[in-house]
Nanobody, 128 residues
Framework: QVQLMESGGGQVPPGDSLSLSCAGS????????MGWFRQAPGKEREFVAS????????YYADSVKGRFTITRDNAKNTVDLQMNSLKPEDTAAYYC?????????????????????WGHGTQVTVSS
């Protein structure tokens, strides 16, 4: 099975930037949809962003659109999340995930049920 490992989390003041990276191992997942989810204490895990194998399709939660950018490098089996203009409400554990689309819809590309492989998370804290 695919194994995913996140890195790049940390603590930054509001307005700063962070870049998260997810590295895959165990098998090639170049046909997989890759995504990022996050979960803050006391809240449900929520979708952040996802990207198709070809990188032609990207999906973002409204709360991060225009601030976050998801990219992937299939040769390196990595997916990154560039986070700019960070806000305190972005504070959460961020999880990398991999899956495959059965139906090619926005709903499927953003649903947690689409993703079958998950990393263990990296903490992002935005505080002043």
């Amino acid at each position: 099975q695919v194994q995913l490992m996140e890195s790049g989390g940390g603590q930054v003041p509001p307005g700063d930037s962070l870049s998260l990276s997810c590295a895959g191992s165990g098998r090639t997942f170049n046909r997989d949809l890759m995504g990022w989810f996050r979960q803050a204490p006391g809240k449900e895990r929520e979708f952040v962003a996802s990207i198709s194998w070809s990188s032609r399709n990207t999906y973002y939660a409204d709360s991060v659109k225009g601030r976050f950018t998801i990219t992937r490098d299939n040769a390196k089996n990595t997916v990154d999340l560039q986070m700019n203009s960070l806000k305190p409400e972005d504070t959460a554990a961020y999880y990398c995930a991999a899956g495959r689309l059965v139906t090619h819809t926005t709903a499927a590309a953003t649903a947690q049920t689409t993703f079958t492989y998950w990393g263990h998370g990296t903490q992002v804290t935005v505080s002043s």
